[in-house]
């Protein structure tokens, strides 16, 4: 028995050189105790588990910035240690408090620039992370990107206490925060696809990207709850909470079936049913058709639909990102049936956005599945964002209830075509027809579409950090903008897809009558 152990755990430490594969320590720890292989199905679920835990962690450590603003900023003030979290309060404040050097008159400006700091280093980083994430250990790559944000979360957090006010510190610790963020939605995405086929791919990813609004949830829950102990809480606790998962991601996560040595194909407990579909990987390792090189930016860019996609993209994050980062400081400075939220309030209020965004998502990948088109489905979902961004903005002032339903229908718009293309569209054109096969391409393409989606994620922020100075109403005339060119940058994707749709019915409908009998008249 000891002997079998001990060759069980030899087998754990030097895997065989004909195998020529390395599992992760905690999948081999499992095995060694179940004394048992895990199924190709049991590794999919481990995936799906730990991506999802791992980015939901990228942004809970990410929204905090937007719910401590209404503290750090001067218009408005600290909140109250005895305040319950939905604990209205009269509208007041004076000029100089807050945190410096967010204390002045210009203190929204500086923090909308922060904003833009660190999205545009995120935006130019997920380039270059999707150019190495297919080129080294996603795991990794990974790893190093949590543990890495996690410092630099904390660090802003560490100004609290530090009495820390220089402004280049905190832009600074932001923008290299932003950096390591980076890392994260290409590697994800890429191990994802690695494992998951095309059949309703839609509808899993869909369910899966959940994990953005359960992270958006998660940040602003935590952040709200612990401003009353000081601001510098709410970022060290969620820094410490991303590089904890990313020491779970290094020991659990595989990134390929064979980097554990499993195939769907071996899968042979249950019996298929004749003539059922087999779902096979959505990245084919076929090395003996195609030499598997990684694919080049500029190769990647002229891939059919990945630039209008990208385009699209990045007016719909404009839209998503301003919420994201401005939404809770909107409610803390709007009355709301003629009273004012205090700041936890509104971050716990905001939430309901990313709980829209779930649902939109989910139906968003469900329909575009039903109906097998993509762009059709996330050029509708922007054109009905516009009328539920005009009556948030015109009638969520009314009552609370209004502003709930009306923030969960707006979130719902929003958020679900921004899921669609980030997840299910960047697979599909991923594994394009184009790209032969060749299994290197994911996090590169994945990465284009959401770096430039991340562009205007950074400038809607920036924009809204000067505009909101001067009128709201103005900034959701510009988020209503960016959605009617969100939604037109899809048209001839959508004209595509309408005209093969035609052509699929007249062929169905050809195909019909020549099977039908012809009538003889005697």
Request: overall charge neutral.
């Amino acid at each position: 028995m000891l002997e079998s152990a001990n060759q069980y755990m030899g087998s754990m430490e030097e895997p065989s050189p004909e195998t020529n594969y390395t599992k992760p320590l905690g999948i081999r720890f499992i095995e060694y105790i179940k004394r048992s292989n895990i199924s190709y199905k049991t590794h999919q679920v481990i995936v799906l588990i730990v991506t999802f835990i791992a980015y939901a962690s990228y942004h809970a450590a990410r929204k905090t910035t937007s719910v401590v603003k209404s503290t750090l900023d001067p218009a408005s003030d600290e909140v109250s240690l005895n305040s319950l979290p939905w604990r209205r309060r009269p509208f007041s404040w004076i000029l100089g408090d807050g945190w410096a050097p967010f204390d002045g008159s210009d203190g929204t400006v500086l923090l909308g620039e922060i904003d833009v700091a660190f999205l545009a280093v995120y935006a130019i980083g997920m380039y270059f992370s999707g150019h190495l994430g297919d080129r080294i250990n996603l795991r990794i790559f990974l790893t190093i990107g949590m543990v890495g944000t996690g410092v630099f979360t904390s660090l802003f957090g560490i100004g609290y206490w530090g009495s820390i006010h220089s402004f280049y510190y905190y832009l600074a610790v932001q923008m290299l925060a932003g950096l390591f963020q980076s890392t994260g939605w290409p590697s994800v995405v890429a191990v994802v696809g690695n494992w998951f086929g095309k059949k309703k791919r839609g509808l899993i990813m869909g369910i899966w990207n959940a994990h953005t609004s359960v992270g958006n949830i998660t940040g602003s829950l935590v952040a709200s709850a612990l401003l009353q102990y000081g601001w510098g809480w709410s970022f060290v606790v969620p820094g410490l909470m991303i590089a904890t998962i990313g020491l779970v991601v290094f020991l659990f996560l595989p990134v390929t079936p064979e980097s554990v040595g499993v195939s769907e194909e071996d899968e042979s407990d249950s019996p298929k049913k004749s003539g059922a579909e087999v779902t096979s990987p959505l990245l084919i390792s076929s090395r003996a058709e195609v030499k598997d090189q990684p694919v080049g930016f500029i190769e990647a860019w002229k891939i059919p639909g990945v630039a209008p996609f990208a385009l699209c993209l990045f007016f719909s994050k404009l839209v998503a990102y301003t919420f994201l980062y401005w939404l809770p400081f909107y409610i803390s400075h709007t009355a709301i049936d003629g009273q004012y939220l205090s700041d936890a309030a509104a971050g716990n209020l905001s939430t309901l956005f990313d709980v829209g965004g779930v649902l939109g998502g989910i139906l968003a990948g469900h329909i575009s599945d039903r109906l097998d088109a993509r762009a059709i489905t996330a050029a509708s979902f922007m054109y009905c964002a516009i009328p539920a961004l005009f009556f948030y903005r015109s009638y969520g002032s009314i009552s609370l209830t209004a502003n709930v339903i009306l923030m969960f229908i707006t979130g719902m718009f929003v958020n679900g075509p921004y899921a669609l293309i980030t997840t299910a569209v960047s697979a599909d054109l991923g594994t394009h027809s184009s790209l032969r096969g060749n299994s290197r391409a994911l996090a590169t393409v994945t990465a284009i579409i959401d770096g430039t989606g991340s562009v205007g994620a950074a400038i809607g922020p920036l924009l809204t950090g000067y505009i909101s100075a001067k009128s709201w109403s103005a900034v959701f005339t510009m988020l209503m903008g960016a959605a009617l060119i969100a939604g037109l940058l899809l048209t001839r994707l959508v004209v595509a897809e309408v005209t093969a749709k035609i052509e699929e019915s007249r062929s169905r409908r050809g195909s019909t009558s020549r099977s039908q009998p012809a009538v003889i008249d005697v």
